[in-house]
């Protein structure tokens, strides 16, 4: 792959990147309390008070968030420490009704592990995981209710949160906009977070430093809470090109908090290094540490499902499918259930094994369905066509009853009644023709119609080989079979 490189007025520079995302653990409850977590409640009516920080309130782990963050590690290929501890974070804030966070700081509950993305096709590249801790969210302030006043609300004060650090080994703006729609996909298939960026459970603070190739790593600017991935990846861009400008200009690039202002598509200064906090980390002496034993980690392991990269192995290995479409077919699960429902389906209609009828399936699912579910907004999970009648499709293009001409026809009356494939055939008599004799009594008529363009041909005008299928096509309604079409109209030009 071709190296991303900023060129400057004095030379190159490259780009060094390091995230670390937030994810909200998808539990009903919260990480030290049972208030609900779901999005979009009225404010301030998912706390409990150990989430007000009420005096004399404890917290008490859910072990449900551990047993998810457990999934993940193990599904990252990381290191799950088999001994980890809470500590307090220590910050003054209006949304921090305890005075502090508790996170985990020096004793994480997983280490490191690596993430395989592919930011180009075929070009793939690990990036190495550094830690992930489990920490409880903070609330909301709400500056835009009152004219006097601000608000906070606590519905997300304690929600549990993993916070997957990345090593600094991206380097391009694609690599790490790879990296989190890699991550987002794994934490879906895991079931750990649900990876709604625009609803916020998961969201990125996007380090950035430059350097000239080959030399040690620059100072980072962190631009905070990133909600997508064009943001990410513009975020990075910008930040970049404004760090060389800074540097040319014989400047020092302040490492600081940023802002990334989607409204501008520009980062600005959120609070500098003379505000730098010190959390005066120490063990939350309310909370035992977490210890656990290997069959734990073996049961998280076994009740993961097949994973993406796994996933598109197998596409690739035993059906046949090209790199690229295995791809798309596994990027999220929703879209990989499609693809394997229609696949059995259709191998028990056509009496088929799975590999014989991958590729068909694959393109199909990849250029008409998402085709039609691009043009009416739609996902898979809401097709207007089910995998069943897919495969009833498909089965009717295999026996030959349908060229691939009218089957884009049926499909296309298929999205708009929902009807079965076979039903449509049979009402509007949409059977592919293959009877020799039938085909040659239009081809007969027009030749007889094109006399002119038959003597060109003959004399050596092949090109219009086409003309002569195009027509015939059209007298029989586009029902003709185009293989037959072909060998006919050969012997009848001949
Ligand atoms: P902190 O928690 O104080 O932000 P960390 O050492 O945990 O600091 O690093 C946070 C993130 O910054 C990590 O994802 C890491 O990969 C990244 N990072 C560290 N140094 C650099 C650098 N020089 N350039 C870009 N990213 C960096
Ligand atoms: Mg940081």
């Known amino acids: 792959m071709s190296d991303y490189r900023i060129h400057g007025e004095t030379g190159e520079w490259e780009v060094v990147i390091g995230l670390e995302v937030h994810a909200q653990v998808t539990t009903k409850a919260k990480l030290f309390s049972g208030a609900a977590t779901a999005f979009g409640a009225e404010p301030n009516t998912q706390v409990s008070l150990v989430d007000a920080a009420m005096p004399g309130m404890l917290p008490v782990i859910n072990g449900e968030a551990v047993r998810q963050a457990v999934r993940t590690g193990v599904a990252l290929n990381c290191e799950i420490n088999k001994w980890s501890r809470f500590d307090r974070k220590n910050y003054f804030y209006a949304d921090l009704p305890q005075g502090y966070q508790i996170s985990q700081f020096a004793h994480p509950i997983v280490g490191e592990g690596v993430i395989t993305v592919e930011p180009e096709e075929g070009a793939t590249k690990d990036i190495g995981v550094e830690r992930i801790h489990l920490e409880q969210d903070a609330g909301k302030s709400m500056h835009d209710q009152h004219k006097d006043y601000s608000f906070v609300d606590l519905n997300r004060s304690g929600v549990a949160l993993m916070e997957i650090v990345s090593k600094p080994d991206m380097r391009s703006p694609a690599e ?54 064009r943001f990410v990846e513009a975020a990075i861009a910008y930040e970049a090109q404004r760090q060389v400008e800074v540097l040319e200009a014989g400047g020092t690039v302040d490492q600081e908090t940023r802002l990334f202002d989607p409204a501008r598509m520009e980062t600005r200064p959120l609070r500098s290094k003379e505000e730098a906090h010190d959390y005066r980390y120490f063990p939350d002496p309310d909370l035992l540490p977490l210890e656990f034993d290997d069959a734990f980690i073996e049961a998280c392991r076994k009740d993961l499902p097949e994973l993406p990269d796994t996933k598109r192995i197998r596409y690739i290995e035993q059906l046949g499918i090209s790199p690229y479409n295995a791809g798309v077919l596994t990027a999220d699960q929703e879209t990989a259930a499609y693809f ?39 996902s898979i999970t809401d097709s207007p066509i089910s995998a069943a009648q897919g495969a009833e499709l498909l089965a009717l293009i295999g026996d030959g009853t349908l060229s691939g001409r009218l089957a884009k026809d049926v499909f296309a009356i298929m999205v708009e009644t929902g009807d079965d494939p076979a039903k449509i055939v049979e009402e509007r008599g949409m059977k592919q023709v293959s009877d020799t004799g039938a085909i040659e009594a239009e081809i007969a008529k027009v030749l007889e119609a094109n006399a002119d363009k038959v003597a060109e041909y003959r004399g050596g005008k092949d090109k219009l080989f086409g003309f002569f299928v195009g027509q015939t096509m059209k007298a029989t309604k586009g029902q003709a079979n185009p293989a037959v079409v072909n060998d006919l109209l050969k012997k009848a030009l001949a």
């Open 340 to 378: 394997e429902l229609l696949l059995n389906e259709t191998a028990l209609k056509q009496e088929k094994e799975a590999a014989d009828i991958g590729k068909a399936a694959a393109n199909w699912i990849i250029g008409d369905l998402f085709g039609a579910l691009n043009a009416a907004g739609r």
């Open 176 to 229: 790490a906009g790879a990296y989190v729609r890699k991550l987002r996909s794994i934490l879906r298939y895991v079931g750990s977070c649900d990876g709604n960026m625009d609803q916020g459970s998961m969201r990125a603070d996007v380090n950035v430093s430059v350097r000239r190739p080959g030399e040690g790593l620059g100072t980072r600017t962190e631009c905070k809470n990133v909600n997508s991935v």
